[in-house]
């Protein structure tokens, strides 16, 4: 029998002590790192080495996240990606989609996103985001009305509706969408006049909408024939403002909706036009959250503006005081923001 020397002993040398070969007895009720042995039985060799940590929660985005209000923010102002690995997340997501492009020749602002906040708690899963575009103006050669903007989706379990395009005179009526676009002058047979319908998006398990906002555009005056302003499309807080009377210059566009400090989803403004009633025609004004402007005319033309980027914002509409106002401004583009509490 070896001699077992005084010195410690590693795993390692064992065998060139023990020439012989050798057994290893442990002592039963002895305390170990990770538990105590059992009274009775074999020991194996997890009982030291403990079990297997558990697969820590990973979140990636194709955007950096920032950090406000005691959450976790990814806000997506183009088509991206969120992936969740290792577990699940409850979160907070809200997208709004493109704003309609405004009308022209009294031309109807347009409408905004449909704006939709929804909560839940993912799968890991990686979910495809995709940022509405903003619709096109109408246009006043082609004689088209506003185009609609594009939805915002996150994944397939939430879509927003781009805005309606705001209507042309004598072209086309206001188009329905997430918010409406507003309304156009009468062309004398009442085809043009009316605002848009609003639209709320879709919202499917996991998510639980908290708010589905739509609204419908203003509608445009109906008793006379191509001489009064247009009307403003619908924000994601209120209905865009109706033309009343043939002195009237271009509508107002609905307010957007405020959400962690910003606003989001105003309705565009109709433009006024170069008419007998007035030494000014003043364009309607932008719905707060984006909205633009209509177009006016005092000494020279005061060109709308287009709907601000990233806000879902309706575009304003166009009167043709000259050439450069023959199409109408388009909307402003959408925008998906996926937070988390921290």
Do not use: H, W
């Not at 639980?208 to 994601?236: E, W």
């Amino acid at each position: 029998m070896a001699t077992v020397p005084t010195t410690n002993i590693s795993m390692t040398n064992l065998n060139t002590v023990f020439a012989k070969g050798f057994s290893l007895s442990l002592y039963y009720g002895t305390t170990f790192s990770s538990g105590s042995a059992p009274s009775s039985g074999p020991i194996s060799y997890s009982m030291f080495s403990g079990k297997s940590a558990a697969p820590s929660l990973v979140i990636t985005a194709s955007v950096s996240p920032t950090i406000a209000s005691g959450r976790t923010f990814y806000t997506f102002t183009t088509n991206g990606t969120f992936t969740i690995a290792g577990g699940t997340k409850s979160v907070e997501i809200m997208a709004i989609g493109g704003g309609g492009g405004g009308g022209v020749i009294s031309g109807g602002g347009g409408g905004a996103g449909n704006m939709i906040v929804a909560t839940g708690t993912l799968t890991a899963a990686t979910y495809s985001i995709v940022v509405g575009t903003g619709g096109a103006g109408g246009n006043a050669d082609l004689s088209t009305a506003g185009q609609p903007g594009g939805s915002s989706t996150f994944g397939s379990i939430l879509g927003a509706y781009g805005g309606g395009g705001g209507a042309t005179y004598a072209g086309y009526g206001a188009g329905n969408g997430g918010c409406g676009g507003g309304g156009s002058t009468d062309d004398g047979g009442g085809y043009y006049n009316g605002g848009g319908a609003g639209v709320t998006g879709t919202v499917s398990s996991p998510l639980t909408a908290i708010s589905n906002l739509a609204t419908n555009g203003g509608s445009g005056y109906s008793g006379d024939s191509g001489v009064s302003g247009g009307a403003g499309g619908g924000g994601t807080s209120g209905v865009g403002s109706n033309s009343t009377n043939s002195t009237t210059a271009g509508a107002n566009g609905g307010p957007g909706t405020l959400y962690y400090g910003s606003y989001y989803g105003g309705g565009g403004g109709g433009s006024a036009y170069d008419d007998q009633y007035s030494s000014d025609f003043i364009g309607g004004s932008g719905g707060v959250g984006g909205g633009g402007t209509g177009s006016g005319y005092t000494t020279t033309l005061i060109r709308g503006t287009a709907g601000a980027p990233n806000t879902g914002g309706g575009g304003g509409g166009a009167s043709t005081f000259d050439y450069t106002d023959i199409t109408g401004l388009p909307g402003g583009t959408g925008i998906v923001i996926v937070s988390y509490a921290n």
